[in-house]
């Protein structure tokens, strides 16, 4: 640990009033941030971040069920990974002293706040679209190809792509990545909406799904059909309503620019390789859509139609991204001030992520 210079002036400070507690044990929580350094004491626990050893500074916004924003601190201790949530409700307007300071901090300061600034505007797009999912998870969501190349994070990434994809390797990644491309979703929403209109009884909806439908198609039809209830016909209704033949792509292809990403973090796929492939369906998304409101806001009827949520319901997750997504929109760094129809290429994309892994 660095020896402190006692005559240090702190360049952002954050103190909360003392507070006693039982048998009048002090408790001090304070944040201070130095030239070279960031002092955390919270929870009785008091610790000294050199700034070489920072990864990332970012903010989790205020959305259901959190109560606050947070400011979330990563760094390297000893060849382990670490994290302070430090929120505004104990640390009282600490979020916004750190926003403002990151936007002032000279270049050279944080090596990857200077790669989030200099990313390419392809590269911003598409982190944009992915902003809910990254926010929904706890990640920065101004930052591709995850916070962190530790082999626990990475670790973490391969545990979750086989407990929700069946993804152990690259051949896996890339079956899940051709079969999004192709809108799985889109089709099990189109057969639903033709089963619910043109079958009166449950014996020609076997017989069309048997006849008609391949393996896969049949075990998505009966997961959703074998829970078929007015609620089911409500949301299909819905969203046929809302997007029409737009449908929910978003869904699909959201989560196909997520595999992209997790792709490239693994080192699964070449840049070239991810870039290609998450432009391809950025390019389709913006032919599809006409905003930011309408692709997300397929996403997120997407999101409660896989899952069976209503977006109204404060006690879905899909309420809970929905707040997300507004909570976005409002902060002064929001990923959709990019323009939608921005011009989205490889060569763009490229342009700063070849460095990055040299």
Not at 155 to 162: G, M, N, V
Not at 185 to 195: D, E, F, K, P, S
Request: one cysteine or more; a negative charge; glycine letters at 6%.
């Amino acid at each position: 640990m660095k020896e402190l210079d006692e005559n240090a002036v702190p360049i952002l400070e954050v103190v909360v009033p003392t507070k006693r507690i039982l048998l009048f044990i002090k408790v001090h929580n304070h944040f201070r941030i130095y030239d070279d350094r960031i002092d955390v004491e919270y929870d009785n626990s008091y610790d000294v971040i050199a700034l070489r050893n920072v990864v990332n500074i970012h903010i989790n916004e205020a959305v259901a069920p959190y109560t606050s924003r947070t400011t979330e601190i990563l760094y390297n201790s000893e060849g382990e990974e670490l994290v302070f949530d430090l929120p505004d409700s104990v640390f009282d307007g600490l979020s916004f002293l750190v926003e403002e300071y990151l936007s002032r901090v000279p270049e050279g300061t944080f090596e990857w706040l200077d790669r989030k600034r200099s990313y390419p505007d392809t590269i911003r797009w598409l982190n944009a679209m992915r902003a809910v999912y990254s926010a929904a998870q706890g990640n920065d969501f101004e930052l591709f190809g995850g916070r962190s190349t530790e082999p626990e994070y990475l670790l973490t990434i391969k545990k979750t792509l086989y407990e929700y994809w069946g993804i152990n390797n690259r051949q896996d990644l890339l079956v899940q990545l051709d079969r999004l491309f192709e809108g799985p979703t889109v089709a099990l929403l189109y057969r639903l909406v033709h089963i619910i209109l043109n079958f009166k009884t449950v014996e020609e909806a076997e017989n069309y799904i048997e006849t008609e439908l391949d393996g896969y198609q049949k075990g998505q039809i009966w997961r959703f059909l074998g829970n078929a209830n007015e609620e089911l016909c409500r949301r299909v209704k819905e969203i046929s309503d809302l997007y029409g033949a737009k449908s929910i792509w978003a869904w699909d292809l959201e989560r196909y620019l997520v595999l992209c990403d997790r792709g490239y973090t693994l080192g699964w796929m070449t840049p070239e390789e991810a870039m290609e492939r998450a432009v391809a369906g950025a390019q389709r998304l913006q032919q599809t859509y006409s905003g930011w409101d309408d692709a997300v806001g397929s996403y997120l009827h997407g999101y409660g139609f896989w899952f069976g949520e209503d977006l109204d319901d404060p006690k879905t997750e899909a309420h809970r991204r929905r707040a997300i997504f507004e909570s976005l929109k409002k902060v002064h760094n929001s990923p959709y001030k990019m323009r939608w129809d921005q011009e989205l290429s490889v060569a763009d994309a490229l342009g700063l992520h070849r460095r990055d892994r040299d």
